[in-house]
């Protein structure tokens, strides 16, 4: 089992930023992939942002592109989500993920392992 707990959620203003944390432990060894979903009220959860433990490969949603930068730390099984120029749409609980060799990045279902969920709250 992987346990995975998230930090950095608030409220901030449109154009402002936040760096939500996701910290990993248990059977760590069994990541390949970590990633950042968010699902806004009485929508379906969507993908953010994934990363490869090993190689570090990065993807993102075309709509975050450009604004969030996903980061790892293999020291401190850590994965961080650097969110700038925040808009009223990025409005959202995040949680953070993790899942094993098999499924797609992109897909919510090929993830076994989940945080908690932080609150993100932008402000017009």
């Known amino acids: 089992q992987v346990q995975l707990v998230e930090s950095g959620g608030g409220l901030v203003q449109a154009g402002g930023s936040l760096r939500l944390s996701c910290t990993a432990s248990g059977r760590t060894f069994s990541i390949y992939t970590m990633a950042w979903f968010r699902q806004a009220p009485g929508k379906e959860r969507e993908f953010v942002a994934a990363?490869?433990?090993?190689?570090?490969?990065?993807y993102y949603a075309d709509s975050v592109k450009g604004r969030f930068t996903i980061s790892r730390d293999n020291a401190k099984n850590a994965e961080y989500l650097q969110m700038n120029s925040l808009k009223p749409e990025d409005t959202a609980v995040y949680y953070c993920?993790?899942?094993?060799?098999?499924?797609?990045?992109?897909?919510?279902?090929?993830?076994?392992?989940w945080g908690q969920g932080t609150q993100v709250t932008v402000s017009s």
């Open positions: 990363i490869n433990w090993s190689g570090g490969s990065t």
């Open positions: 993920a993790a899942k094993d060799i098999s499924g797609r990045y992109y897909t919510w279902t090929s993830y076994d392992y």
